[in-house]
């Protein structure tokens, strides 16, 4: 039997043991399946969404003719946006004194940092919601964005820190040496060099902040409906082919980022 | 002048707006979130300020009867154990299910490696709600599941398999096992498979060289993975919202129900704190065995 990874046949080989490959197999069916058949569902002809009679663009016809999808995906990409750029912009700045400054404190800041990805979201979201609620603030796109803002930190600041600590610390001092002021330095230096790192950083950033659901339910108000929300609110009514393609839409556009962030963040670690 | 002179000024300047931001909009809220689980529950949805008290928390265990007797009540406290037990339920399946897989990894090629990895971390990126939607398609009634098993002529009617235990933890495993996955094929891949072949050269069994062998080398990235998966587990709202129903609801459920119909804050503040609490522990307890292991790997 030749199987794809499989080189030479040795009886005490690990890569021999029994059971191994087909559970792997098993796993990528368990982990892929459900997404293939959402897909191949969206472009079922019939409303009953299951029993599959034909083929048919008319769900995704009909969604793109929808304008409160068109609204909430308007306003996911609005959110997105903001809220990955500024903690883009966030996350290099502090970034380029973490990587190589040492000082009291630091641990800290990079535990707090990484709160949300430690804490599962939801106590964020309620205690968010409580805070603005006591100041006084309307729920809408500005506190929506102020906290995808907070957990897309963490998102954007790790990779490029690590890309920045992989940097030879001399380049700066080089250009230092050579009369360039701290602010030059950095665009002419260090961010040619952590671009991809950035990059990287933001596309995942943006991915996140896109599928958010918790944060976005709890900090959201009037006006504030992302897709996340509007496919929450048709799914607990009842299953409809229309929700299958914004869904099979949704996944694609992850799909596509995703992979152009981890192609970036390949082509940095070369 | 060296950029190193004036150290002190570029680093508040540069780390100060995201510490500011996560103080502002993380830390201080989670304070306030303690601050307000000890107040006074105003009816209408909010806070009555001042009437200190640990009503919020004693409403996990007890009830406050009408005539102001208080007995002994026991489903909030159900709901905590339910979470506990479904995390732990999620954990094991994700972990009996991981391992393989990542043993089948870390024993691939560099080229198989990369593209594996690829393939499991790749659903992680994608729509968390669309996942679980999926899997709405595939345990309905009339959903894929079903339709197939009728179709066979295996079953005459369908199966009740959404709404229920068993789908919130198939729902579960499917969000989190990349978190089980690849910290266990992180410590494998470090595992020199020379060792494997010297303990089967001394006439070790298949079974003896992965209990005496391999298992004791991956086991840190096994503690890891058991963490990553069981802790946002618990704090899911997503996955019970959808696949399970009134009778499957979880501690995020619960706290979200504190902020929508409920309209109980110090309540859902002290559930907020309780499940921090929970995490906390888990973490410090992965933080100690971690150090443990290092110690006996020095």
Known sequence: MSLPGFKKPYKGDARYWPGIFIATACFFAYVYMPIIILIILSFNENRTVTVW?????????????????IRAATNSLIIASISSISATILATLAATRMATDKFNGKTAFNAMISLPITVPEIVPAVA???????????????????????????????????????MDPRMAEAAADLYANPIRAFFRVTLPQILPGVLSGLILAFIISLDDFVTTFFLGGAGSTTLPIY???????????????????????????????????????? | MRASTRPLVFRILLIGPAALAMCLFMVIPLMLMGWISIQGRDYSGGVLWGEIGFD????????????????????????????IWLSALTMTISLVVGFP????MATRSQRWRAVLIFMVTLPFWTNLLVRNYAW?????????????????????????????QLAVAIGLTYSFMPFMVLPIYSSLEKIDFRLVEASFDLYASRWQTLKRVILPLAFPGMVAGCILVFVPSLGSYVTPELLGGGKTLMIGNLIGLQFGAARNWPFGAALGMFLLLLVLIALTSYARNYRTNAQVGK
């Not at chain 1, 009842?238 to 556009?253: F, Q």
């Not at chain 1, 992979?259 to 970036?264: G, V």
């Not at chain 2, 309905?140 to 295996?154: A, F, P, Q, Y």
């Open chain 1, 53 to 69: 009679t034909g083929f048919s663009l008319e769900w995704y016809a009909l969604a793109f003719e929808n304008r409160d999808i």
């Open chain 1, 128 to 166: 968010t919601l409580m805070f603005f609620a006591s100041l006084g603030f309307t729920f809408g796109l500005g506190t929506v964005i102020i906290g995808h803002t907070i957990f897309c930190l963490p998102f954007a600041y790790l990779p490029i820190r690590a890309r920045l600590e992989g």
């Open chain 1, 231 to 270: 496919i929450f609110g048709l799914v607990r009514t009842g299953v409809t082919p229309e929700v299958n393609a914004i869904s099979s839409l949704m996944l694609l556009l992850s799909l596509v980022l995703v992979s152009l962030s981890l192609f970036l963040g390949r082509e940095q670690s070369r």
């Open chain 2, 56 to 83: 919020a928390y004693t409403r996990l265990f007890f009830e406050r009867e009408l005539d102001g007797t208080i007995a002994l009540n026991l489903n909030y406290f159900k709901i905590i154990l339910r979470s």
């Open chain 2, 101 to 104: 897989v990542a043993l089948f």
């Open chain 2, 136 to 164: 709405i398609l595939l345990l309905r009634d009339h959903g894929t599941i079903n339709n197939t098993l009728l179709w066979l002529g295996v079953i005459s009617e369908p199966l009740p398999l959404l709404h229920n």
